[in-house]
């Protein structure tokens, strides 16, 4: 726990102005928070953290704990937005579904209290496990035991604990079937998972009317910007590397060099995502064929 009086004092600025503000679900993040301190963690001094409903670092990640975020922020938890307001994925979207992805918000945040737990407290943040090993693990069952739930295993899948699910998970991996209300996983629903979501991006030929890969419509506007800003980033790059008159310091052009190779590396996993989506569509399109066949 940082010993920092600035960091404790901003970080409970923080969780006095989160319990008043007007975002309803906001308020609610920190009285699950310290409902959830009381109920796991009785005797233990828990810090409190700043809990945002911002994208982690990982584009995978659900929810991450930082001890100290980029920005000197100590003790901070991020909740991925989309899976509240349903435009993940991985979750529905419908409105009849928003409790149970509140419920999902919930057990997110659980999950990112036993990781400061574990790293605040204890000490041990089990960074060859990429913070799930057998400390969180433990931690994991001690609280699943309380909230009636099987057990899970490490990240690692081995031993005798291997056929368990993985506590990377936890606690939402070994809820019981329909807690989320039809909200995640997809599975639930009464139609293939990939079918949940059927809006396409058509090829631009003009004669050609075949679907190439599926977004969800609220990500296109993000899309769009997030594109428009590497390829702006891109041109600017070339433009100054390009530039025979520009004198570049040694360092400096070491530097751009280097953020130009990252760039591209970006923009072959975006072609890499495009190529994987397009199999997938392809893969679903058959599906949906069979299954509406069968119907």
Same mark, same amino acid.
């Given at each position: ?108 945040? $659980? ?7 574990? $790293? ?5 943040? *089990? ?136 760039? *591209? ?14 199999? *997938?569509?392809?893969?679903?399109? *058959? ?9």
């Amino acid at each position: 726990m940082s010993k920092h009086p600035s960091s404790t004092i901003l970080n409970e600025t923080y969780a006095e102005f989160s319990r008043q503000s007007p975002k309803e679900f906001q308020r609610k993040l920190y009285e699950h928070y310290e409902k959830c301190k009381v109920e796991f963690f009785p005797d233990t001094a828990l810090p409190t953290p700043i809990i945002e409903l911002t994208p982690p670092s990982s584009a995978k990640a659900w929810g991450e704990f930082l001890p100290q975020s980029q920005s000197g922020i100590q003790s901070k938890i991020n909740l991925r937005p989309t899976i509240l307001t349903g435009e993940h994925p991985k979750v529905s979207g419908l409105e009849e579904h928003a409790f149970g992805r509140q419920l999902l918000m919930y057990d997110i945040l $659980v999950q990112q209290m036993l990781r400061m737990f574990c $790293v605040e407290v204890l000490k041990e943040p *089990e960074n060859s496990f990429h913070g799930h090993g057998p400390r969180f693990r433990d931690e994991c069952n001690r609280v699943g035991q309380i909230l009636g739930l099987s057990q899970v295993r490490t990240a690692k899948k081995r031993g005798q604990d291997k056929d368990l699910p993985s506590c990377t998970k936890w606690p939402y991996i070994v809820r019981p079937e329909g807690y989320f209300q039809g909200a995640w996983p997809l599975q639930g629903l009464n139609v293939p998972v990939n079918c949940v979501r059927t809006n396409t991006i058509k090829n631009t030929t003009e004669d050609s009317f075949t679907p190439n890969f599926w977004v969800p419509p609220e990500h296109l506007d993000w899309m769009n910007e997030f594109l428009g800003s590497l390829f702006k980033t891109e041109r600017k790059l070339d433009a100054t590397l390009g530039n025979i008159e520009l004198q570049l310091i040694p360092t400096m052009k070491v530097r751009l060099e280097a953020s130009q190779k990252i760039l *591209e590396s970006k923009f072959q996993q975006i072609r890499n995502e495009i190529i994987l989506q397009n199999t *997938e569509f392809q893969m679903t399109i *058959e599906e949906l064929d069979l299954w509406e066949e069968g119907a």
